[in-house]
């Protein structure tokens, strides 16, 4: 099992900066990718930003350019640099884990989920 903790919401000018942290603990020797995915009000989940163990990202077109994941294996911790804020990236955002090394944007492919952190921009 892995358990997974966010930190690092909160609130937000459109045009800012967030920056969200996600550790894990328990087995995680057995980590492969690692992301973020998001609610936003009135939709369902989707993906954000992933990372794979070597580091090797992937995002969402919706946040290209403005958000960047990276990764301290050492830590088990990934980070979300969120730029350029804009209101339509207010929601809950969560952390995720699979134990396989590639990874997806598919909600199914992550066993693992973290509570979840507001954020909220404003405009």
């Known amino acids: 099992q892995v358990q997974l903790a966010e930190s690092g919401g909160g609130s937000a000018q459109a045009g800012g900066s967030l920056r969200l942290s996600c550790a894990a603990s328990?087995?995680?020797?057995?980590?492969?990718?690692m992301g973020w995915f998001r609610r936003l009000p009135g939709k369902e989940r989707e993906g954000v930003a992933n990372?794979?163990?070597?580091?090797?990202?992937g995002y969402a077109d919706s946040v290209k350019g403005r958000f960047t994941i990276s990764r301290d294996n050492a830590k088990n911790t990934i980070y979300l640099q969120m730029d350029s804020l804009k209101p339509e990236d207010d929601g809950i955002y969560y952390c995720?884990?699979?134990?396989?090394?590639?990874?997806?944007?598919?909600?199914?492919?992550?066993?693992?989920w973290g509570r979840g952190t507001q954020v909220t921009v404003s405009s």
């Open positions: 995720v884990v699979r134990l396989y090394s590639a990874c997806s944007m598919l909600v199914d492919s992550f066993p693992f």
């Open positions: 328990g087995s995680t020797d057995r980590i492969g990718c």
């Open positions: 990372v794979d163990k070597i580091g090797r990202p």
